[in-house]
Structures are given as structure tokens and as C-alpha cells.
């Protein structure tokens, strides 16, 4: 089993930042990563971290999202100049592979809201 623990959301103004940690205890973990799910809309991407340390982004303002993560599978989101249509649930994502299976677990969603 894999646990995930998220912090660092918040309430922020327009121009602001934040950034997100989340924890994950487990083994088997190949690829770590965050999703948002504004509300009214569906869950996306917006980056993960694969097993070779390379950061993949979703679509994105890459310009404006920094994903990062340590050896001990610690995920961050680094946000800046954040913008209202940012607001979301922001959800740590981690896969597994064992026996050539993959699984996904996830976090429990963390609020980030942006005031205008």
C-alpha cells in the first residue's frame, strides 16, 4: 500500500504563489506527480516526475509550474504568479509497478483558491 500526504494549499491573490509538498510512504513507486480538478470541470494534469528524475508536464503554463521530487518520494509543486482560473482541488498522484502491474493512488486533494 501506498500512503500520499499533501500540504502547502491556501488561499492566495491573483499574482501570488504557493507551493505543494506530498509525501508518499510505500514501496515500488515509479512516478510521482500532481492533477487539479477545478470545479464544474474534469481532473487534469499538470505535471509528474518519472523513475529518470525528468519532470512531464500536462497543458499547462509550463512557465508558471515547477515540479520536483527527492530521493525520498517527496513531490513538490512550486506555483507563481498564480491566476483565479487556477483555483482547484490539487491532488498528489503515485504510481506503483509490481509484477508488471500498474496502480494508482491518490491523495486527498488539497483546496488552492485564487482571489482576483
Known amino acids: 500500500q501506498v500512503q500520499l500526504v499533501e500540504s502547502g494549499g491556501g488561499l492566495v491573490q491573483s499574482g501570488g504563489s504557493l507551493r505543494l509538498s506530498c509525501t508518499a510512504s510505500?514501496?515500488?513507486?515509479?512516478?510521482m506527480g500532481w492533477y487539479r480538478h477545478p470545479a464544474g470541470s474534469q481532473r487534469e494534469l499538470v505535471g509528474f516526475?518519472?523513475?529518470?528524475?525528468?519532470p512531464n508536464y500536462g497543458d499547462i503554463q509550463r512557465d508558471r509550474f515547477t515540479i520536483s521530487r527527492d530521493a525520498k518520494n517527496t513531490v513538490s509543486l512550486q506555483m507563481i504568479n498564480l491566476r483565479p482560473e487556477d483555483t482547484a482541488v490539487y491532488y498528489c498522484?503515485?504510481?506503483?509497478?509490481?509484477?508488471?502491474?500498474?496502480?494508482?493512488?491518490w491523495g486527498q486533494g488539497t483546496q488552492v483558491t485564487v482571489s482576483a
Open positions: 516526475i518519472g523513475a529518470d528524475g525528468t
Open positions: 498522484n503515485a504510481r506503483t509497478l509490481r509484477k508488471n502491474q500498474w496502480r494508482s493512488y
Open positions: 510505500g514501496d515500488d513507486i515509479i512516478t
